[in-house]
């Protein structure tokens, strides 16, 4: 019936705080969060869409990826998306996914939340469902805390365990160097380890989150002050992660000694970044980096760059972007 080529954007939390546990086991969270470019490309063919009684057919998905770590069927955001769209419009079709992978697993860059939103808005598209922004958002929630937000994408502040999203200008020239390390960590793995450190402080309170931050960080952004967002960078699960990777915290260090303006880690870890007003800025923080690792001793710092090198993976430079799934 048709083809589509999507890309689906990563995102960085600038924020987050975490309000409470849940009795369904999520927690409630207040997140200012902001898409970046870079992305998956998402390659997407389906067969003509018949209609089926609710709940009674399974479809048939085939799906491809050149990262073979991700789950290839039921349990890879993508496929389970196409499953949620489809039984929600009460139809079956073939459907065939390739994801390109551009996006690091599990780093706290929501990859597996984007594809899963580019597939509901490429889906919608093919299978003339005519859905609204809201209603995929609904059809996602149920499938992660991180795809509402990316169906929409661009610039905004998610609350509940993630379904609430409201939206916020995009400012200009704010650029990231995203620093992806060696060690993974999952989200669960954050969110246990979380739960024991706010269990010894007996609260979800100051000790793990900064009070007004929320507010704080949307007056910075509403005012397009590249600065001012670098200052209000916080993430309560950022001591939960440096418990699981330590070296969270020595990255952070040479970043700021190359003149990030801020830097922060993004959702449950361990991908760390610094904010810089400019892309010219940006990309001499990544050169600095890059020398550190080829063995030079990078600023401010006391030991060589081979100690660089073998935590860090990889560095991007990025761009703030005001959406959350394109099409190529
Ligand atoms: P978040 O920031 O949304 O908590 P993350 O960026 O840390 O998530 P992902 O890259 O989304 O993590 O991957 C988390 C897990 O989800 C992986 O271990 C992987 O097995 C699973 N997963 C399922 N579908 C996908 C997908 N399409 N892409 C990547 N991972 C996927």
């Not at 989150?209 to 960080?217: G, I, K, P, Q, W």
């Not at 080829?294 to 860090?312: D, F, L």
Request: net charge neutral; proline share 3%.
């Amino acid at each position: 019936m048709g083809d589509m080529i999507l890309q689906a954007q990563a995102k960085l939390n600038l924020t987050l705080n975490i309000l409470g546990k849940r009795t369904d086991g999520y927690h409630d969270i207040e997140s200012v969060v902001q898409s970046i470019d870079l992305f998956d490309r998402i390659y997407l063919k389906t067969g003509l869409p018949v209609p089926v009684r609710r709940g009674n057919e399974e479809i048939n998905i085939k799906v491809t990826c050149n990262d073979t770590s991700i789950p290839m069927g039921r349990g890879n955001l993508a496929v389970d998306a196409a499953c949620a769209l489809a039984e929600f419009a009460g139809l079956r079709a073939s459907v065939e996914i390739n994801i390109e992978k551009g996006i690091p697993v599990a780093a706290g860059l929501g990859g597996g939340s984007a594809d899963a939103a580019a597939v509901l808005v490429g889906l919608n598209q093919l299978w003339r469902l005519n859905l609204s922004p809201s209603e995929l958002m609904v059809v996602g929630e149920r499938l992660g805390a991180d795809i509402p937000f990316c169906v929409k994408g661009g610039t905004g502040i998610i609350r509940g365990k993630g379904e609430i999203v409201e939206s916020l200008p995009t400012p200009c020239d704010l650029w990231f160097v995203v620093v992806i390390l060696q060690d993974r960590i999952s989200t669960a793995q954050a969110y246990a380890a979380f739960d024991r450190l706010a269990e010894t402080t007996g609260v979800y309170d100051a000790a793990l989150n900064v009070a007004d931050v929320t507010s704080r960080m949307v007056q910075s952004i509403r005012a397009g002050k590249v600065e001012n967002i670098a200052g209000c960078l916080t993430n309560a699960l950022e001591q939960a992660a440096l418990s699981i990777v330590p070296s969270i915290a020595g990255v952070k260090h040479i970043l700021l000694a190359q003149g990030a303006a801020g830097v922060g880690m993004s959702g449950s870890g361990p991908t760390v970044f610094a904010i810089a007003d400019s892309r010219a800025k940006a990309e001499a923080i990544r050169a600095a980096l890059t020398w550190a690792s080829c063995g030079g001793r990078p600023k401010g710092t006391s030991s060589g760059g081979a100690s660089v090198s073998r935590v860090i993976k990889e560095v991007f430079v990025c761009q703030a972007i005001s959406w959350g799934v394109a099409y190529r």
